[in-house]
Nanobody
Framework: QVQVAESGGGSVQAGGSLRLSCVVD????????VGWSRQTPGKQRESIAV???????NYADSAKGRFTISRDNAKNTVYLQMNSLQPEDTGVYFC?????????WGQGTQVTVSS
C-alpha cells in the first residue's frame, strides 16, 4: 500500500521552477515532521528541507533562498516550491514522513535541470 506519494517532477532549464507535491497517509502525516530529500549523482541521499507539524521549516544550505517547503494538513500534503533551479539540483526527490522512530519514504520523483 502506497503511504507516501510524490509528484511534480520534470525537466526545466536552469533558472526555472518546479513545485513538488507529496500526499501522505493521514495516519502518518498527522502531527509529524515531513520533509524532502534528494539523491543526486555522486552523492548519498541528503535532506534538503523539513517542516514541523506546526509549519516551522528548516532548510539545507543549498536550498536556502531558493526552495520553500509548506504543508496543508487538511490535505495531508507537503509541497516543495523550487525556484532558481540549477543543474546540480538534478536528481530524484523523495518525500519522507517521520513517525516515531520510523521514516516513511515515497518512491521519488525525477527532477532534471539542464544548462
Amino acid at each position: 500500500q502506497v503511504q507516501v506519494a510524490e509528484s511534480g517532477g520534470g525537466s526545466v532549464q536552469a533558472g526555472g521552477s518546479l513545485r513538488l507535491s507529496c500526499v501522505v497517509d493521514k495516519s502518518i502525516f498527522r502531527n509529524n515532521i515531513v520533509g524532502w530529500s534528494r539523491q543526486t549523482p555522486g552523492k548519498q541521499r541528503e535532506s534538503i528541507a523539513v517542516i514541523t507539524a506546526l509549519g516551522s521549516p528548516n532548510y539545507a544550505d543549498s536550498a536556502k533562498g531558493r526552495f520553500t517547503i509548506s504543508r496543508d494538513n487538511a490535505k495531508n500534503t507537503v509541497y516543495l516550491q523550487m525556484n532558481s533551479l540549477q543543474p546540480e539540483d538534478t536528481g530524484v526527490y523523495f518525500c519522507v514522513a517521520k513517525s516515531g522512530a520510523r521514516n516513511y519514504w515515497g518512491q521519488g520523483t525525477q527532477v532534471t535541470v539542464s544548462s
